[in-house]
């Protein structure tokens, strides 16, 4: 049983990390309630759009900087970083997979 557990959470966390790395699917991971509920946007593009960046593709939000972005998050959401807000929506995220 503690098997099967382990492999479901690992699959869920291999299918999280994939989604944050395609855009189409960030809007899978920061739904409008997430962004409701910690930022004052009603999306995650909203989001980028009232940043300073121009964010077009995954390599346009690939490049910016870390730390800036990091700035920008504490700034604008109920989170520290990038990586907390990540993470809670990957946590989120899985626990919607397990009820489905």
């Given at each position: 049983m503690t098997d099967d557990v382990s492999e479901i959470v690992d699959d869920l966390h291999e299918r999280a990390a994939a989604l944050s790395e395609d855009d189409a699917a960030?809007?899978?991971?920061?739904?409008?309630?997430?962004?409701?509920?910690?930022?004052?946007?009603?999306?995650?593009?909203?989001?980028l759009d009232d940043s300073e960046w121009e964010v077009a593709t995954r390599s346009d939000f690939a490049a910016i900087d870390e730390a800036a972005f990091d700035e920008y998050v504490a700034a604008r959401t109920s989170f520290a970083d990038w990586e907390a807000m990540l993470g809670q929506a990957s946590e989120e995220?899985?626990?919607r997979q397990l009820v489905e």
């Open positions: 960030l809007g899978e991971l920061f739904t409008p309630n997430f962004m409701r509920r910690h930022t004052e946007a009603a999306t995650f593009r909203g989001f995220w899985m626990a």
